[in-house]
């Protein structure tokens, strides 16, 4: 029967002990925790859904104590929850389309955001049959669950329903514990009673030493080995250890005798009848009141019974653990002892083992030597006492002795007396990742290098008492000597520059209220009136209460980098200039949809007004329904893949066709930061798309008019569908190519390039990439897509592929990067591309031993002819010189323009001094002709200064060379101007 109702549903029966018993859990508006988290990405991962929530019905509201896919949103009125439905049944609860189904059809988490079409949900029922909220997955478009799929949702909302009530157990169990810690401290004066207590109990108590060597044992603790106090006083506790577990107990109690404190195990021993039995300690490590750890105190109860318990647990388990073995995530849960429990399919195949090979045995013979040690010394420990780690790096050996980078995270279960009875494990293969950043971190490390000898000052402030210390480097910064320094924060303040002083003061006092790291730049005025620029870096250090007690920083001179930010922004100003002038639109978006950056052509094609695009959105500046275009591709742009797509627009005044292209702008750690957007209008080439498409009505003739290769592969690597374009392309017939196999038809190389992609779309897997190939002697720059075609049956059948030519794009990419290293006006290498090409030119010249020569010129009187010709005449002039040097040497020399009218010549190979004077005398004699600017005759001359250094193995710098054929120029003006002056370098660096 259809529930005739618009949201709410109906209040349980049971609504009252309900609630009762969902607060009694103490669970409501809790931080996020791993195992409920995992038991929602597992949800989302089987029933492929990517939304996937853990929610809990309260009175008023559904609150989401795990979330996965709907970031941001923590709960929802009750009255609209789909939840709160859910729970009024035993049984899964499915809705394959709630656009359909009256009781959700105007629902407004329908009708709005987050946009539910399908949803399916698994009560929560408590062992006394509350059903307190739902494990649902959800999707934004229609769909059906298998039966696979409704009954792992259901055995996952029941062990989520476990979880969740042995955390309420861990809770009372942690108030107990405290509770008996308290009573233990205010009984520890009175040593008749506690020792009383001691021994009337019927828990094994007993006092060692940190080696083990027991002091003391209770009645309780002799009698359960059949011995008395006394005969066992002297012997190592270790001795009454069954053997298996020997080693494991002598490592926890060798960690937490390290230093005083309290640690919980479980281990085996045997009873006074021989029996196997397990008891559950609570150790406590004594110290002195230097902190020595001088004795061990333990705790131990038989636990025998609940570890029976536990195994019957099991069993019913078993559910579970095969969908935790599905799981496409590598997982692993281990027991106290170390000992795999089981294992996800994925951690099997990623290391190579079968499942018999690793089940009970220990999970730290996977790791390296290295990684085990760091484990049992470090990781285990702390793990055992907080419950549970993060990312923690690892090494893990496969079956065949390669190792992997994994960062393993992990919670602890325990049991209900508060041992640790497993743990759960998620494991991430990092390997790629990390050899990736191999080469990063050999940069940071040298960069780390490169600071430490640059000068970093280190500074720390004491806060209790305002003690200020200082390195030697801090006096190198901000001026003055140790002699002269107080040690307090009046001589920081009193070398700040006074209109920085009240910026830096606030800085300061709000970083150590707040507890937060600092990072400002100020200014320093030194005692001979010199300013300098100064970055501040530190970070507050809090006492075991979090009081902030520290403050530990460094300081950095960053005078030149201020310079280099100032020249930056006047390269950021030319490639304003050289995208502004490019007959396409160029942008770049944050990752909050918002311009950071266009060029002027923005304006030109949409006419947008006053007010610019930077700082707003995409939506403010076009629209929503522009937005809705493009922000799927802008998503997986910020995704991290290149994107290319046609854009329909239907604004006024723009173009109505437009190719668009995002590239991810990913900082130096790889992290996408933004998008550059490059969009070319495409009008004319899409309405004569148009036309052709209007007059061929079958599909062949729309494909084969595509400027993209489309194919059909079947599985045995035929062709079964080629375009006209893969004609273009490659020249081949077509109808020779349909039935005969790929690489019979494109040849090796094409083949070699696509066949791992073939085989990966092949196996089911949609598969795009980039890859240049040579095409009929012309070089292309492909986007290739590789789609599966997958039947109603699941199986694939073949694939479609789609073969796009983006030459363009990467042409304009390299172009701006040749621009930067150009000179605009006469198309010579500009001084950036000198800069670089000299050590090429230099370490030829040191691997032939042949001579070289650098001239340096300039036009004689060149400001006359700008000031009385103007700035026009004299840019037609340069580009004449420019071109007349060009032509007065050989194509393998160089000639760039370095500014102004300033030029260089760099000649190689020379055979002799007498070489490089007759090009400099041509040179001259080539500028001299007269140069026409219209009707008018212009006298140009030049004069020229050459650093000729001969045939050696002594190779001066090029600094050195420009030097020297500067001060050769300075001559040949002295001289007269209209000629050159030589000046020979000899192999020992002396001017001849």
Known sequence: MIEQMTYAAPIPLDEDERLRRLRSLQVLDTEAEPIFDAIARMASSVCGMPIALLSLVDSDRQWFKSNIGLQGTTQTPREVAFCAHAILRPELMEVPDAMQDPRFSTNPLVTGQPHIRFYAGAPIVMPGGESIGTLCVIDRQARVLTDYQRAALTDLALVAAQALDMRQGALERDRLNALAVQQAQEASTQAAIYHAIVEDQSDLVSLALPTGELTFVNQAYAKHFGLTPASMQGHNLLEYVEANDRDAVASHLKALCREPGTAHGENRMYSVAGNECWVAWTNRAMGDANGKVIALHSVGRDITDRKRTERALLASQNNFRALYEATPAMLHSIDPQGRILFVSDAWLANLGYAREEVVGVSSADFLTPASREYARSVVIPHFLQSGRCDDIPYQMVRKDGSVIDVLLSAVLQRNSEGQPAHSLAVIQDVTEKNALSAALRVNQERLSLATSANGIGIWELDLATGRLEWSDTMFSIFGGNRATFGGTLEDWSRKLHPADLDACTRAFDWAIAAHASMDF????????????????????????????????????????????????????????????????????????????????????????????????????????????????????????????????????????????????????????????????????????????????????????????????????????????????????????????????????????????????????????????????????????????????????????????????????????????????????????????????????????????????????????????????????????????????????????????????????????????????????????????????????????????????????????????????????????????????????????
């Open 521 to 992: 730049d100020f200014r320093v005025l030194q005692d001979d009136g010199e300013v300098r620029h100064v970055n501040a870096r530190a970070m507050v250090i809090d006492d075991a209460q979090g009081k902030a007690v520290r403050v530990l920083g460094t300081n950095y001179d960053i005078s030149e980098r201020k310079k280099i930010e100032q020249a930056l922004e006047y390269s950021e100003q030319r490639l304003r200039l050289i995208a502004n002038n490019l007959p396409i639109l160029i942008s770049h978006i944050d990752t909050d949809y918002r311009y950071t950056f266009t060029n002027d052509k923005y304006q030109a094609w949409f006419s947008l007004g006053e007010g610019g695009t930077v700082g707003k959105t995409v939506t403010e500046v076009f629209g929503p329904t522009a937005f809705k275009q493009v922000k799927p591709h802008l998503d997986q742009a910020l995704a991290g893949k290149d994107v290319s797509f046609e854009l329909r627009s239907s604004l006024p005044n723009s173009p109505t066709h437009m190719f668009v292209h995002y590239v991810p702008d990913r900082d130096a750690q790889g992290v996408v930061k933004g998008v550059f957007g490059m969009v070319r209008d495409r009008t004319e080439q899409h309405q004569a798309r148009a036309r052709l498409q209007a007059s061929e009505r079958q599909l062949r003739a729309v494909t084969d008019n595509l400027p993209v290769v489309i194919t059909y592969i079947d599985t045995e690597e035929r062709f079964r569908y080629l375009n006209e374009t893969f004609h273009d392309w490659l020249g081949v017939n077509l109808d020779w190519a349909i039935n005969r196999q790929v690489a019979e038809v494109v040849g090796p190389v094409l083949y070699a390039q696509r066949r791992d992609y073939l085989h990966r779309a092949l196996q089911g897997e949609r598969v795009e990439f980039d890859v240049e190939s040579m095409m009929q002697g012309q070089r292309r720059h492909l986007r290739v897509s590789y789609i599966p075609d997958v039947w109603t049956d699941g199986i694939v059948h073949g694939i479609f592929t789609l073969s796009n030519d983006v030459t363009a794009f990467k042409e304009i990419e390299q172009a701006l990067q040749d621009m930067a290293r150009v000179d605009v006006l006469t198309g010579l290498p500009n001084r950036r591309q000198f800069n670089e090409r000299m050590p090429e030119v230099l370490a030829r010249a040191a691997r032939t031993g042949a001579a070289i020569a650098l001239m340096f010129l300039d036009v004689d009187f060149f400001k006359s002819i700008n000031d009385t010709l103007g700035h026009g005449a004299g840019d037609k002039v340069l580009k004449e010189f420019a071109d007349r040097l060009v032509a007065g040497v050989r194509a393998t020399d160089m000639v760039a323009r370095l500014g102004g009218d300033e030029f260089v010549i760099v000649l190689e190979h020379l055979d002799g001094e007498a070489e490089s004077r007759g090009v400099s005398q041509k040179i001259v004699e080539q500028v001299r002709s007269p140069l026409f600017l219209g009707p008018q005759k212009l006298k140009v001359t030049t004069s020229v200064g050459i650093a000729y250094q001969a045939k050696t193995t002594v190779i001066h710098s090029a600094h050195r060379l420009v030097s020297t054929a500067d001060h050769a120029l300075y001559a040949a003006k002295a001289a007269g101007r209209d000629t050159f002056q030589l000046v020979v370098l000899g192999p020992e660096g002396e001017a001849a």
